[in-house]
Each structure stands twice: as C-alpha cells, then as structure tokens.
C-alpha cells in the first residue's frame, strides 16, 4: 500500500466557501501532482510540484491553488467553491529516479451545491 | 492530437478470452512507459511497467515498439475481477513528466 493519504474522502459544501484540499506522503517524494477526474472520464493534471517551493500548473485550467512548503505536504485550496468544481480530486506523489512510479492517494470526491 | 491514445473500448469480453489494448504516443522523447489500473471509483495503481523487450508478469504482457511509438497490452484468460480501466501512461524528461492516456474499459463477462 501507498503511504499517500488526503482528506477528506468526502466533502459536500455550499457555494461560495473556500476549501482545502490535504494531502501527505511520508515516502519522501519530491514529486506530488493533483489530478481532476469526473466519473467515467480520463484524469486531468491540474497542478504539480517538484520540490518544496516548487509549483507549477498542469493541462487543465483551474480555479484552484497549491502550496509546498514541506516536501509531504501539498494541499489544494479553492477559495471560492462552484457546483462547476465538483469532481474527484487525486493527489500522486513519485520519487526522482527514472522509472519511477506513480503512486495516488485515495481521492477527495467534492459536491458543490 | 492527444499526446497518448488509447483503444476508445469499452471491450466486453467473456471469461477466458484473450484481449489485446493498444496505446500510442506523439513525443519521440518519451522515456518510461506504465500500464496502471483504474477500478470503479478508485484510485489508479501501477500494474506494470514496459521495457524495451516486452515483459510477462503472469497473464499479462506488455510490448513497447519505440520505433512506431507503441504501447500493447495483451490479457489472456481473462478473469471477472479483470474488469476495470487500463491506463497508458508515458514519462518524459522534464515538463509534467506523466502523460496518462483516456483509458481502455474492460468488463469480463460470466
């Protein structure tokens, strides 16, 4: 099993609110991504990080925003939540070694009302 | 163009059969490539790497053809606990680094 958790697994919130999203590993990866996936559809990369203080955004346009300040720690914040944010989010982490795996966390399934 | 296509399935497929997905990447500059797993709802997880010489972890099989940019995976015998959404996966220096592909459904059918 991965050593990748976030919570929460579930979250259901009005309009309006900010959230974060946490994430951690304690495999001691410099890598950590978050990807966007609506059910039955193929995952998105919305924002990734090689280290601490390292942050860059993925393919898909987001609202959202991401720290790094520790290297297992890389939580996601939306500061304004809308019904069109509700999605599964998955955080990955991998090491730096070329073959390198991915490995996901269970995912945060959102329900903007 | 997607950076990696895959098989647009769904492939449904009785119990025992073989079934083969193909994959296809656009970035000559690709280094490793993965098959992950995606069941229902869950997480995706690595099921296997693919090397240059193809490799066999039990009933599956992957082969790499780097000159035509092409990823296969070959399933024999299928099971039902084989059904699920099979992921290319391609890593390239630098960049985001993964490039996941759409998926390939499967459902094994009693």
């Known amino acids: 099993e991965a050593d990748i958790y976030q919570t929460p697994r579930y979250l259901v919130i009005g309009t309006g609110k900010k959230i974060t999203l946490e994430c951690s590993q304690t495999?001691?990866?410099?890598?950590m991504y978050w990807y966007q996936q609506d059910p039955g559809m193929e995952l998105h990369l919305i924002h990734y990080?090689?280290?601490?203080?390292?942050?860059e955004k993925g393919d898909l346009s987001s609202e959202s925003t991401v720290s790094r300040i520790r290297t297992e720690h890389f939580p996601l914040t939306l500061e304004s939540a809308r019904p069109s944010h509700t999605s599964q989010y998955l955080c990955?982490?991998?090491?730096?070694?070329?073959?390198?795996?991915?490995?996901f966390g269970p995912g945060t399934r959102l329900t903007v009302t | 163009r997607k950076e990696v296509e895959q098989d647009p399935g769904p492939f449904n497929v009785p119990e025992g059969a073989t079934v083969a997905f193909n994959c296809t990447y656009s970035n000559s500059a690709s280094q490793s490539f993965f098959w992950y797993r995606q069941d229902c709802r869950k997480e995706p997880k690595l099921l296997m790497s693919?090397?240059?010489s193809g490799n066999e972890d039990g009933r599956f099989t992957a082969q790499l053809n780097r000159a035509s940019q092409y990823i296969s995976l070959l399933i024999r015998d299928s099971k039902l606990s084989d059904s699920a959404t099979y992921l290319c996966v391609v890593m390239k220096r630098g960049g985001q680094n993964f490039v996941f592909g759409p998926g390939t459904r499967l459902s094994v059918l009693p």
């Open positions: 693919v090397y240059s």
């Open positions: 495999m001691g990866h410099d890598k």
């Open positions: 990080s090689y280290g601490v203080n390292s942050t």
């Open positions: 990955a982490s991998s090491g730096f070694d070329s073959t390198g795996e991915q490995y």
